[in-house]
């Protein structure tokens, strides 16, 4: 079995709920991981505000590089989710998870 070096298995707190081994793809984006917490918490993602050790990510941040910088480590618990949930957000973002990007047709 060939394991995934740049997944990382994180802990994520949103209010009083604790998410625990959440899959980080360190090479993917932030928007990535923001569908991913939306599906979990059902905060729309153009509302949340992912918290890491202090430091806001951005859409444009480097996941790896800001992991890195901030020492976060798998089973880290410093990853916080900042946002109201929103009733059906979350199947929502389960569906645009799975729709298929469409190609302009011109």
Same mark, same amino acid.
């Given at each position: 079995?060939?394991? %995934?070096? %740049?997944?990382?298995?994180?802990? =994520?707190?949103? @209010? $009083?709920? %604790? /998410?625990? !081994?959440? &899959?980080? !793809?360190?090479?993917?984006? =932030?928007?990535? /991981?923001?569908? &991913? +917490?939306?599906?979990?918490s @059902?905060v729309?993602?153009? $509302?949340?505000?992912? %918290?890491? #050790?202090?430091?806001?990510? $951005? !859409?444009?941040? !480097?996941?790896?590089?800001? /992991?890195?910088?901030? #020492?976060?480590?798998?089973? @880290? #618990? +410093? *990853? &916080? =989710? *900042?946002?109201?949930?929103?009733e059906?957000?979350?199947?929502?973002? $389960?569906?645009?998870?799975?729709?298929?990007?469409?190609?302009?047709?011109?």
């Amino acid at each position: 079995m060939v394991e %995934n070096l %740049n997944i990382m298995s994180v802990n =994520v707190k949103w @209010s $009083k709920t %604790n /998410f625990p !081994d959440v &899959q980080v !793809d360190l090479d993917g984006t =932030v928007a990535a /991981f923001r569908a &991913q +917490l939306c599906c979990l918490s @059902s905060v729309p993602m153009d $509302k949340m505000k992912i %918290n890491v #050790k202090g430091y806001h990510l $951005k !859409d444009g941040d !480097d996941i790896a590089k800001i /992991f890195t910088a901030k #020492k976060i480590e798998a089973g @880290s #618990k +410093l *990853i &916080q =989710v *900042i946002g109201t949930a929103v009733e059906g957000e979350a199947d929502r973002c $389960k569906l645009l998870a799975k729709a298929p990007a469409k190609k302009a047709i011109i």
